[in-house]
């Protein structure tokens, strides 16, 4: 199986921009997809974006389209998550979720711990 971790999380003003990166091991990353998915206090994981196996698709979630970027880099078996113009409702642990069978941008098979992100208004 693949493993994930996450980082780059941390407190940010709004307005500000963050770079979350997931990085794998265990597999290769490459024929996996990758979801980036985040969970607020109180609050079910809800799903944020998500890129195909070789980053030719991306899906986002309504609130972020336009603010967040999904992206891969294959050979070194990263996924990042670029957020610009954050907002406090963003603030959240943010999870990176792995699948290597299927087409289902909301089921995924493997995770990682979480990165917190804090944004202050």
């Known amino acids: 199986q693949v493993q994930l971790v996450e980082s780059g999380g941390g407190l940010v003003q709004a307005g500000g921009s963050q770079r979350l990166s997931c990085a794998a091991s265990?597999?290769?990353?490459?024929?996996?997809?990758v979801g980036w998915f985040r969970q607020a206090p109180g609050k079910e994981r809800e799903f944020v974006a998500g890129i195909s196996w070789r980053g030719g698709n991306t899906y986002y979630t309504d609130s972020v389209k336009g603010r967040f970027t999904i992206s891969r880099d294959n050979a070194k078996n990263t996924v990042a998550l670029q957020m610009n113009s954050l907002k406090p409702e963003d603030t959240a642990v943010y999870y990176c979720?792995?699948?290597?069978?299927?087409?289902?941008?909301?089921?995924?098979?493997?995770w990682g711990q979480g990165t917190q992100v804090t944004v202050s208004s």
């Open positions: 265990g597999r290769t990353f490459s024929n996996y997809r």
């Open positions: 979720g792995a699948k290597e069978y299927g087409s289902s941008w909301f089921n995924y098979d493997y």
